[in-house]
């Protein structure tokens, strides 16, 4: 595997308008090599956009960046030998079959009629198709289809991918399956620059993660990092009756109770220290605790804080 030390990609600077508003405004990324860098933001954030600028799809009004150690103004032809792109929509043939849509790929890709035929029956293997490979492809699944599209752009074996938001639509099972194909492409050194509306995703893949929002990144860093940034971790005590219940809640003022469910929510970090330090002021008064339950802050806390939306705007598309 390729040294996580080397950047894949450098970004600085980037702006992007259209007409009077503003997309992009001077955006700076530097994505090391074989990880997964997720961008999240809100509807509108710029996140496409700074995908179709780094993959050569659009040109950016300034700044400058390198995909692969090759600038995207000099240097477009060997950025796109470099890079395969999915997009948030299947870019497969639904009459032709799954073989044929490899196969045209792999003539685009100038393989050679060997070579491209040894890579497909490759990708077909890889990607749980060989069944389907001859049927067409209107009759695949979504998933199957969301598979194939990710494998017609690694018929040119990439070292960059962009995926936005490569599970759109799928099921848990077949979202999970794209997530395993994705951990295995880095684990062979690709680097990955993904875009999702689903921040579970970017918390399970990412190694580091930026919010995007109005064109300007707000924050970067890992899952983890990233949750230590707000408040909102909590202890939920649970309690056989509401003896129990009423003792904890006198005992700890800064509880919100819940008499229906007979349990305290207690505001902590989440760590070991102060779990301790909760249960041991429990167990010096004499009240026991029938069970429970610590929870931190998720990247939606993080997403509802950074960008002030509330719940029903949490949807992250473009």
């Known amino acids: 595997m390729a040294s996580p030390s080397r950047p894949a990609i450098v970004a600085t600077g980037l702006r992007k308008s259209y007409g009077d508003k503003v997309v ?36 950016a009004d ?8 090759h600038d995207l103004i000099r240097e477009p032809d060997a950025v796109r030998a470099l890079i395969g792109v999915t997009g948030q929509f299947s870019a497969v043939d639904n009459l032709l079959t799954g073989r044929e849509n490899l196969s045209l790929m792999a003539d685009l890709r100038h393989l050679g009629r060997a070579a491209g035929r040894r890579r497909v029956v490759e990708l077909l293997e890889t990607f749980d198709l060989t069944e389907a490979a001859d049927k067409p492809v209107a009759t695949y699944s979504g998933g199957m289809r969301r598979r194939l599209d990710l494998a017609m752009t690694l018929v040119g074996d990439p070292r960059v991918i962009f995926l936005d938001e490569p599970t759109t639509g799928l099921d848990p099972r077949s979202r999970r399956a794209m997530w395993q194909i994705i951990r295995d492409l880095v684990a062979d050194g690709v680097t990955i620059l993904l875009t999702t509306q689903y921040l579970e995703e970017a918390d399970q893949l990412a190694s580091r993660i930026a919010f995007l929002d109005h064109g300007r990144l707000i924050a970067e860093g890992s899952p983890h990092e990233l949750k230590r ?14 003896a129990g219940l009423d003792s904890a809640a006198g005992l700890l003022a800064a509880g919100t109770r819940d008499d229906a ?7 902590s970090d ?11 002021q429990l167990d010096r008064a004499s009240v026991s605790v029938a069970g429970l339950t610590v929870h931190g802050p998720d990247l ?6 950074l960008t002030g939306r509330p719940d029903n705007e949490r949807a992250m598309a473009r």
């Open 62 to 69: 300034g700044g400058d960046a390198l995909v692969g150690g």
């Open 300 to 305: 939606d806390d993080v997403f509802l804080t």
């Open 24 to 59: 992009l405004d001077g955006i700076d990324l530097e994505i090391a090599e074989g990880t997964i860098f997720a961008l999240l933001g809100p509807n509108g954030a710029g996140k496409t956009t700074t995908v179709q600028i780094l993959s050569t799809l659009i040109s």
């Open 270 to 280: 989440g760590g070991v220290g102060s779990l301790r330090s909760l249960l041991d």
């Open 229 to 242: 940034l707000i408040p909102g971790g909590h202890v939920v005590l649970q309690f056989a009756d509401h």
């Open 261 to 267: 469910a007979l349990t305290l929510q207690v505001p």
